[in-house]
């Protein structure tokens, strides 16, 4: 476990605070005349999912996380239960929480894909999957897609188009049944076609 300066206590640093790992979301060092320099951050606490606002002085460190990254295969969805194993072996089963995927991540998990697990090794050698991780663009099929009506520009030559996997999201006017669109994982939007 290393050890970070108050300074360094950046975003998408994994630290340890009150015992948990959190997710630095923002950082702000600041300066005022007469006190030494703070930082001022905002985390994300990777198990309970809350965010918290802490501050930093010149004198703190934080204790940086023991994170390693694993891929893992999703499998499926069930009545809000995620199901994962072990790429090298399927026996190997576990389920995560949606709050731990996350809704707008969940949305693109497709079935015997692999995903990035960050795993945590806690200090009695126990892991823990914090956080899972899609690639930033991924393909999918098109599963339907309205047909394009003409004249139609009232939304922007866009339709609203259904993935293999069920998700929805806005395509341009010419996407069709069948086409292999990219995706942006993280804003859920359409990239290319493909």
């Known amino acids: 476990m290393s050890k970070l300066e108050y300074s360094e206590i950046r ?3 994994i630290i340890i605070y009150d015992g948990e790992p959190c997710e630095v979301v923002e950082s702000h060092v600041a300066r005022t005349q007469q006190r030494k320099p703070q930082n001022q951050v905002k985390l994300k606490t990777l198990i309970s999912g809350k965010t918290i606002n802490a501050t930093f002085h010149v004198s703190e460190s934080a204790d940086e996380a023991d994170i390693i990254k694993r891929e893992i295969t999703f499998l499926y969805s069930n009545r809000g239960e995620y199901w994962f194993c072990d790429p090298t072996d399927k ?12 809704e707008s991540a969940a949305k693109f998990l497709k079935q015997n894909s692999n995903v990035e697990a960050v795993v945590w090794e806690t200090e009695d050698d126990e892991e823990k999957i914090i956080k899972v991780a ?3 663009k991924m393909n999918f099929k098109v599963k339907e897609a309205p047909p394009a009506v003409r004249g139609d520009t009232s939304k922007g030559g866009m339709k609203i188009v259904t993935l293999e996997n069920g998700a929805t999201l806005n395509a341009p006017m010419f996407i069709a049944e069948g086409d292999t669109i990219s995706v942006n994982t ?9």
């Open 134 to 136: 899609l690639p930033i």
């Open 91 to 102: 026996s190997k089963r576990f389920k995560l929480d949606i709050a731990l995927i996350g």
């Open 186 to 194: 993280e804003n859920g939007e359409y990239v290319e076609r493909v």
């Open 11 to 13: 975003e998408k640093k």
